[in-house]
Structure formats: C-alpha cells, structure tokens
C-alpha cells in the first residue's frame, strides 16, 4: 500500500510564494515520474509540472518562470516551489506519482490534494 501525503498549501497575496511538498510511503522499489497537477473550480485537472527519476522536467507554460518542481529520491518527495503567484493560480493541487512497489508492476497514485488560494 501507497500514501502520498501532501503539504504546503494554504492563502496567499498575489505575488507571493508558497512550497508544496509530497512525501511517498509504502514498499516502494522505485517512482520513476512524480508530478503535480491543479484543479480550479469547473475546470479540469491540468499537468503543472513533471519530474523523472533522473531530473528531466517539464512544466506548463503559464507557470514557466515562476514554478519549479523538484525532488529528493532518497527521501521519495517531491516539491513545488511556486513563485510570483496570481490568483489564476487558486486551486487544490494534487501529487500524482508513477510508483513501482517490490514485487510489483508500475501503478499510479494520487495524493488528496491541497487547496492553494491566491488573493489579488
């Protein structure tokens, strides 16, 4: 079994910064993709950013130049720096993660999201 548990959420001025962070648990043999995602209300959930196990990112382009994903594969977390926020940017943010347990095939796992809520 898989938890993936989210922090770093909360209210924020536009312009302002806040840091996600995931943390995986479990009998993990290893998480080759971990990634965020966001959904603001009556819209879909969008891929904010993505990361490999070797580092390789990529990133929306409305949130180029002010996000950064990262991790820390010994710690099997992932961040979200989020800079220079706008309120366009309000939404829950979800952990997603592509993890290989031991003795297992590759499954998919989300966190429980975490309100992020910018005020103009």
């Known amino acids: 079994q898989v938890h993936l548990v989210e922090s770093g959420g909360g209210l924020v001025q536009a312009g302002g910064s806040l840091r996600l962070s995931c943390a995986a648990s479990g009998s993990i043999f290893s998480i080759p993709s971990m990634a965020w995602y966001r959904q603001a209300p009556g819209k879909q959930r969008e891929l904010v950013a993505a990361i490999s196990i070797g580092g390789s990112t990529r990133h929306l382009d409305s949130v180029k130049g002010r996000f950064a994903v990262s991790r820390d594969n010994a710690k099997n977390t992932v961040y979200l720096q989020m800079n220079n926020l706008k309120p366009e940017d309000t939404a829950v943010y979800y952990c997603?993660?592509?993890?290989?347990?031991?003795?297992?095939?590759?499954?998919?796992?989300w966190g429980q999201g975490t309100q992020v809520t910018v005020s103009s």
């Open positions: 997603n993660a592509q993890i290989i347990l031991v003795g297992r095939s590759q499954s998919d796992h």
